[in-house]
Every structure is written in C-alpha cells, then in structure tokens.
C-alpha cells in the first residue's frame, strides 16, 4: 500500500522560511518522479515543484522559483520543499504527488495534477503578513 506523509507544514510571518517534507512508503521511492502541488482556499490545485528520480530534472512553478527550493533523498524515501522569502499568497495546503510511469517527458507532463499516480493528504502552509 502506497502512502505519501506530509510534514512541516505551520504558521510563519511573511519573509520567514518554512521546509516540509513528504515521507514515501509501499513503493520502489527511486522509480518515482515526485511533484509538490498546492491548493489555496477556493482555487484550484496548483502546481510547485517537481523532481526526477535521480534529482537531475526539477522544475518550478514561475509564482516560486527562486523562493523555493525542491530536493529528495532516496534513502530516506522522502522529498523536500524548502520555501524561503514566503508571502502571504503562499498560504495554501501542499501536497506532494509522485509519478510512476519511469518515462521522461516534457515539463508541462508534470505540471498536471492528473498525471500524478499517488498523492499525500496534505499539510497546511499558512502565512501571516
């Protein structure tokens, strides 16, 4: 049985930094391209991150590059989200995702919630301005 366990989520000031963390189980953590999306209260669900397998493809959302930092470490089956310089829009539930089909596509493939095979419950991000 597959599970995706987010952490780390919580209350911080505008400006502030904030990691959450994604711990995998029931499933080969090194076969699978993992995502970070977001949904904020009343949108819809929005892409943030993503990482290959090895780490050597990473892709962001315009709205967090530079701020936001994605890394994995597949000994601990687990993926990051390091998030810096955050604002108040940032507030949302974050959720990680992982992707099983080992093929290498394009950056918009993994812009796409529904690509994502597995998905976490999610963790709150709130930001106080």
């Known amino acids: 049985q597959v599970q995706l366990v987010e952490s780390g989520g919580g209350l911080v000031q505008a400006g502030g930094s904030l990691r959450v963390s994604c711990a995998a189980s029931g499933l080969t953590f090194s076969s699978y391209f993992m995502g970070w999306f977001r949904q904020a209260p009343g949108k819809e669900r929005e892409f943030v991150a993503s990482?290959?397998?090895?780490?050597?493809?990473?892709y962001y959302a315009d709205s967090v590059k530079g701020r936001f930092t994605i890394s994995r470490d597949n000994a601990k089956n687990t993926v990051y989200l390091q998030m810096n310089s955050l604002k108040p829009e940032d507030t949302a539930v974050y959720y990680c995702a992982a992707e099983r089909s080992r093929a290498s596509f394009s950056r918009g493939y993994y812009l796409q919630a529904k690509n994502y095979d597995y998905w976490g419950q999610g963790t709150q991000v709130t930001v106080s301005s």
């Open positions: 990482i290959s397998w090895a780490g050597n493809s990473i």
